[in-house]
């Protein structure tokens, strides 16, 4: 995939493309669907295909001091749409100049006179353009004003109810990464540096990694105790994880996500480490000393090796 920057300027000119829009959040198997359409509209029109997507979120523009919690980071998402065979990618810079645009000014002067798009696939729910409020029979009669061909995309089949970032958003917040996992197409996964912590895990024989997660924007699973595979470089280790304020033990009353490494003994202070959800194992909860928690870990982990080798 060859990525392009989109930012305003003079016409990008050259490649004619066929095209689809949107934020892509997670880049899951809803945005899958639709790109397998993209890639099938491009060859049978002998174009290439290009995704169009944002740096920002549009509402962390449209609407002040709302950030909502995000599937993938920009880097994150840029590799997952790579990894589809995807021939471009245009990122645009979402601004407030940019959200005042008509849909007809949009196809006008971004999609056709600065991106050469000749085929637009819209997603069969998509809208886009100034407060949204025109539809895909708008899009329709603009673009052939201007050339472009637009195509409306098929829902994705087989799965109860509508694929969204928004829906599985909620799967994380309610303890659910199984079922997030299962429409995301791949595991949930948070990634942060190794910072110093209480030691307290190591009294007790279940030494953590505290993890200070990279970007802050990402959504965060619910509280509790999770089955997951830590990646630390290109190794892969089993592992359990736990998000919460740490009740049991003196708290600070700040959400920690820490994570313990079976059967590992390495110093991982200043690493990074890559952690995919698999199985949510239990609700986080106080227990009445060390010795009862201690106990409690024993069981965790025996549930993590179950969870881990039969997902």
């Not at 198997?29 to 890639?39: A, D, P, V």
């Not at 997952?80 to 645009?101: N, P, R």
Request: one cysteine or more; hydrophobic letters at 35%; a negative charge.
């Amino acid at each position: 995939m060859i990525i392009r920057y989109f930012t305003p300027g003079p016409p990008e000119g050259g490649v004619e493309v066929a095209a689809t829009i949107g934020f892509f959040d997670g880049v899951h198997s809803g945005h899958r669907f639709l790109i397998k359409q993209l890639e099938e509209l491009a060859a049978s029109e002998g174009l290439p295909s290009a995704i169009i997507t944002f740096r920002q979120h549009p509402q962390f523009v449209l609407q002040t001091g709302y950030k909502p919690a995000q599937l993938s980071t920009p880097d994150e998402k840029l590799n997952l749409l790579s990894a589809l065979g995807i021939d471009f990618c245009y990122l645009i810079d979402f601004t407030k100049e940019l959200s005042q645009l008509s849909a007809q000014d949009f196809i006008s002067d971004i999609l056709c006179k600065k991106l050469c798009v000749k085929q637009l696939l819209i997603g069969y729910d998509h809208r886009f353009g100034k407060n949204r409020a025109e539809g895909f029979s708008d899009y329709v009669k603009y673009g052939q004003d201007y050339g472009l061909k637009v195509v409306q995309a098929l829902e994705l089949p087989g799965l109860a109810g509508h694929v969204s970032s928004t829906l599985i958003r909620k799967q994380l917040a309610e303890g659910r990464p199984e079922e997030a996992n299962r429409l995301l197409s791949y595991n949930y996964s948070l990634e942060g540096k190794v910072v110093e912590g209480n030691q307290v895990g190591r009294e007790i024989g279940f030494p953590t990694a505290n993890l200070d997660i990279n970007d802050k924007n990402k959504a965060i699973p619910k509280e509790g105790i999770y089955a997951v595979w830590v990646h630390i470089g290109t190794a892969k280790y089993q592992g359990m994880a736990y998000i919460g304020k740490r009740p049991t033990l003196v708290s600070d009353g700040e959400q920690r996500t820490e994570v313990h490494i079976l059967d590992f003994s390495s110093d991982l202070y200043g690493k990074t480490l890559h952690l995919e959800f698999v199985k949510f194992l239990r609700e986080n909860r106080t227990f009445n000393d060390l010795s009862e928690l201690k106990n409690q870990l024993f069981i965790d982990k025996e549930n993590t090796i179950v969870a881990l080798m039969h997902p």
